[in-house]
């Protein structure tokens, strides 16, 4: 790799945004905060390539602009997240600090110091502090407290991030009896990644790489990771919808005659059973707990609570074990049945979510068990 990759990595993410804002509406904000996320980090990338090609005619008037830049980019993915998870709240205060620190940077960097000592203290004061004049001290404290707050952004918007896909995941297992299709999981890997690459990022532009290495290279490999997953996380977003409209629904309230003593819910729950036996409603992919909660009459937070005391279960599990017992009594009774035709005809939406359904319960795939004849 060259220098040149820090260009190819500004590229990508603009080229994504524009192609997200295109597709974004008023139904797929998410998309808006991802776009802004992809131009901040295009911007940064852009940056660190005046940097890294020692462009610092270029890079002294850009610097407090990225200071700005790193500061937008995980609170835009934290409001992205937080609206493909239903969660549609502008929170603009997350945006503060790199708005201050930006315009702080400008009268530090800009404002103190003369042009040449700004190119001295890019080029070579902060990775070698020395004694010099109070100006460049008050810049190299600034940058030590702007190092501090993007590695104490990184973690804190890490962990509220993963707080969000957790909440959002119970939330779909509550309401869906299919939740194959609605899960979050590679904007959660991304996550994981995002972190280890930002920090290693950060950990290597702080050492300096040319001073301590002589190379550029220890910097490049962190830069093109996180500009990868950066690139996937876009590409991702393009087709990513957001949180299905009813755990966004309002819900009525239960009904007088829903007690909360215990023969009351195992009554209820004797009523859940016998529904599910009687109308086999989860041979149905698409059925959720809100069509149940029509046909007996209740409450879905309810009927939640109610299955999880019972059963220790929520919803999904509730009905994925109807679905399996249905498939594994299919498995052994039509043994030329194909495991496809099984998944469908026993309620799962796809062949990949019965094996993966399956393989938790049993510790075995669908073919396993049927070649052992088990029942």
């Known amino acids: ?56 005619e270029l890079y002294v008037i850009l610097h407090p602009l990225g200071v700005a830049t790193i500061l937008f980019i995980y609170p835009s993915f934290y409001q992205y997240v937080s609206h493909l998870t239903g969660a549609h709240q502008l ?66 918007f ?53 001073k301590v290495f002589g190379t550029t290279q220890a910097l490049e490999y962190p830069f093109f990771l996180l500009a990868l997953i950066l690139s996937m996380l876009g590409a991702i977003g393009v087709s990513q919808n957001e949180a299905p409209d009813l755990i966004l629904q309002p819900q009525p309230a239960p009904s007088s005659s829903e007690a909360t003593s215990e023969t009351t819910v195992d009554d209820f729950f004797a009523k859940i059973d016998l529904y599910m036996n009687r109308e086999r409603p989860y041979l149905e992919p698409a059925f959720n707990i809100v069509q149940m909660a029509a046909a007996i009459g209740s409450n879905r937070t309810y009927i939640s609570n109610c299955i999880n005391r019972n059963k220790g279960m929520n919803f999904s599990q509730y009905v994925n074990a109807y679905r399996l017992a249905q498939a594994k009594q299919l498995l052994i009774e039509k043994r030329q049945l194909p495991v496809a035709d099984i998944a469908l005809h026993s309620g799962f939406g796809s062949v990949s979510a019965f094996s993966r359904c399956f393989k938790e319960s049993e510790k075995m795939t669908p073919t396993e068990y049927r070649d052992q004849g088990k029942s």
């Open 1 to 56: 790799m060259t220098l040149d990759i820090f260009l190819i990595n500004s590229i990508i993410p603009l080229m994504l945004a524009f192609v997200l804002w295109v597709n974004s509406s008023k139904t797929t904000v998410a998309k808006r905060f991802l776009s802004w996320a992809m131009v901040n980090a295009g911007v940064s990338f852009f940056i660190t390539h005046q940097y890294m090609n020692g462009n610092y």
């Open 91 to 156: 929170k603009r205060r997350l945006f503060v600090p790199g708005m201050v620190f930006g315009l702080v940077s400008l009268v530090v960097f800009l404002g103190l110091l003369s042009h040449e000592e700004q190119i001295y203290f890019l080029s070579d004061y902060r990775t070698q502090p020395g004694t010099d004049h109070w100006r460049l001290q008050v810049n190299q404290w600034f940058r030590l407290l702007n190092v501090a707050l993007i590695f104490f952004q990184i973690g804190w």
């Open 158 to 210: 890490f962990f509220k991030t993963n707080a969000l896909l957790k909440k959002y995941h119970a939330e779909i297992a509550n309401v869906f009896s299919d939740v194959s299709q609605l899960k979050l999981s590679r904007v959660k890997i991304l996550n994981t990644s995002f972190i280890v690459a930002a920090i290693a990022c950060i950990s290597f532009y702080v050492i300096n790489p040319v």
